[in-house]
T-cell receptor, first 116, second 111 residues
C-alpha cells in the first residue's frame, strides 16, 4: 500500500498562475484534509472533506478551492497564485471518528510550492 | 482559533535523557494527538489520548492530559539521536473531523 501520495513534489509558479495539487489515498479512509505549513510553524487547515461528497473550510481557505473527486482523491486548486501562498502543502486522510475507533491522520510527503 | 501552543519551541538534550514537551489549547476537545515530523517529511502519528483519559503510554512515550487546565504533555524517556524531530500536538473538537495543530517543539538529541 502506498498510503497517501501527492503530486507534484515541487512546483514553482509565477504570480497569477493557477495549478492543482493532487492527493490520493489507498486506505479506504472517509476523511481527507489539506494543510499548509510555513517555515518554523505548525500546520494550518485549508479545507477538509469529512466524507465523499462533502467539503468544508478550515482556518485559511481564502485563495483555494478543493474537489473531492471520489473516495480516494482530494485535489487542491490555486486559481491565481500569490507569493503569500509559498508554502509546503500536506494532504492527509483519516477514518471518521467513532467511540471505538481512533481517527489518527496519515500524511503524504508534501508539495513544496514557491510563488514568485 | 483553537490552535494549540507547544512549549518549549526548541529543546536540546543528551542521548539517554528524558524529553518533556507541553501543549496548551483553548476550547473543549474530543481528543488530543501527538505527531512527529522529521525534517522535510510528512507528519507521523505517535499517540492519541481521549478527553476522558488522563494518562497513556506507548513504548517510551507517556502522554498526560489535564482538561481542567487545557494542557497536555509528552514525555519521551531514554531519548535517542533518532528521536531528533519536531513534535506537534493536534486537538480535535466536537466536530470530530477538524484538527488544529500547534506550532511544534523542535527536539535535538545529541549523541
Amino acid at each position: 500500500n502506498a498510503g497517501v501520495t501527492q503530486t507534484p513534489k515541487f512546483q514553482v509558479l509565477k504570480t497569477g498562475q493557477s495549478m492543482t495539487l493532487q492527493c490520493a489515498q489507498d486506505m479506504n479512509h472517509n476523511s481527507m484534509y489539506w494543510y499548509r505549513q510555513d517555515p518554523g510553524m505548525g500546520l494550518r487547515l485549508i479545507y477538509y472533506s469529512a466524507s465523499e461528497g462533502t467539503t468544508d473550510k478550515g482556518e485559511v481557505p481564502n485563495g483555494y478551492n478543493v474537489s473531492r473527486l471520489n473516495k480516494r482523491e482530494f485535489s487542491l486548486r490555486l486559481e491565481s497564485a500569490a507569493p503569500s501562498q509559498t508554502s509546503v502543502y500536506f494532504c492527509a486522510s483519516s477514518e471518521i471518528w467513532t467511540r471505538k475507533r481512533h481517527n489518527e491522520q496519515f500524511f503524504g510527503p508534501g508539495t513544496r510550492l514557491t510563488v514568485l | 482559533s483553537q490552535q494549540g501552543e507547544e512549549d518549549p519551541q526548541a529543546l536540546s538534550i543528551q542521548e539517554g535523557e528524558n524529553a518533556t514537551m507541553n501543549c496548551s489549547y483553548k476550547t473543549s476537545i474530543n481528543n488530543l494527538q501527538w505527531y512527529r515530523q522529521n525534517s522535510g517529511r510528512g507528519l507521523v502519528h505517535l499517540i492519541l489520548i481521549r478527553s476522558n483519559e488522563r494518562e497513556k503510554h506507548s513504548g517510551r512515550l507517556r502522554v498526560t492530559l489535564d482538561t481542567s487546565k487545557k494542557s497536555s504533555s509528552l514525555l519521551i524517556t531514554a531519548s535517542r539521536a533518532a528521536d531528533t524531530a519536531s513534535y506537534f500536538c493536534a486537538t480535535v473538537e466536537g466536530n470530530f473531523n477538524k484538527f488544529y495543530f500547534g506550532s511544534g517543539t523542535k527536539l535535538n538529541v545529541k549523541p
